[in-house]
């Protein structure tokens, strides 16, 4: 199975993406790790695209495009993937599509991970981490700490990570709904989408998505 999976921010992208893959018994690809291999084995791409993160600018297309190929054309994706991260605007879908019919290989489905814009950003901008170990995480409404501020299991201090302030989660939203969105109509006309509700129990929305991808 060939699938590309998609969600806004806070959606439980990485989570789903981990669990299916499992499941499904096809390597999971995500961007943030293509990267980080490129970048450590000190591929050519990597290092451009260690040139670009360096100087504070986004990887062009070209070079995630080609690290997502290079990752496809190993043995253990012969009869599958699951890609996360990738592609994430129309010019990248397109070049998958090129890619793949080039190898006479398509897309099986796309599963877009539905949720709420104001639960997002309730979800992460409710966060607190503990300041001595990001593992003790509490959230203000669904799991508050028995004390404001300080965590149940060691008591240190509980805080906000500036990338879960709500000014930052809803910039983020809308970069999704600018670059990202426009890939969901791309693969409804061709068929391949499959929405699924995110909210709820993890094991649940897995159960979810592999039910539909079944159908
Ligand atoms: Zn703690």
Redesign the pocket.
């Known amino acids: 199975m060939r699938i590309v999976l998609v969600g806004p921010p806070g959606a439980g992208k990485g989570t789903q993406a981990a669990f299916l893959a499992k499941n499904l018994s096809i390597p999971h690809i995500s961007t943030g790790d293509l990267f980080r291999a490129n970048i450590s084995q000190g591929t050519e791409l990597g290092k451009q695209a260690k040139a670009f993160m360096d100087a504070g600018d986004l990887v062009p297309d070209e070079v995630t495009i080609g690290m997502a190929k290079d990752r496809m054309e190993q043995p253990d994706a012969v009869h599958g993937f699951l890609l996360d991260g990738f592609p994430r605007n129309v010019s990248q879908a397109e070049a998958l599509d090129v890619m793949l019919q080039a190898a006479g290989m398509k897309l099986d489905a796309v599963l877009d991970l539905e949720v709420e814009e104001d639960e997002v950003v309730k979800r992460i901008a409710g966060r607190r981490i ?1 300041r ?2 990001s593992a ?1 995480v509490f959230h203000v409404t669904y799991a508050p700490p028995r004390a404001e501020g300080v ?1 149940d ?4 201090e509980l805080y906000q990570r500036g990338d879960d302030s709500e000014d930052t989660v809803r910039n983020r939203l809308e970069v999704y709904h600018t670059q990202t969105e426009p890939i969901i109509d791309y693969y409804k006309a061709q068929g391949l989408l499959v929405t699924i509700p995110a909210l709820g129990e993890v094991s649940d929305v897995t159960k979810r998505a592999m039910d539909a991808l079944q159908k």
Request: charged fraction near 10%; hydrophobic fraction near 0%; include cysteine.
């Open positions: 503990c001595n170990d003790h965590c299991t060691c008591g240190g």
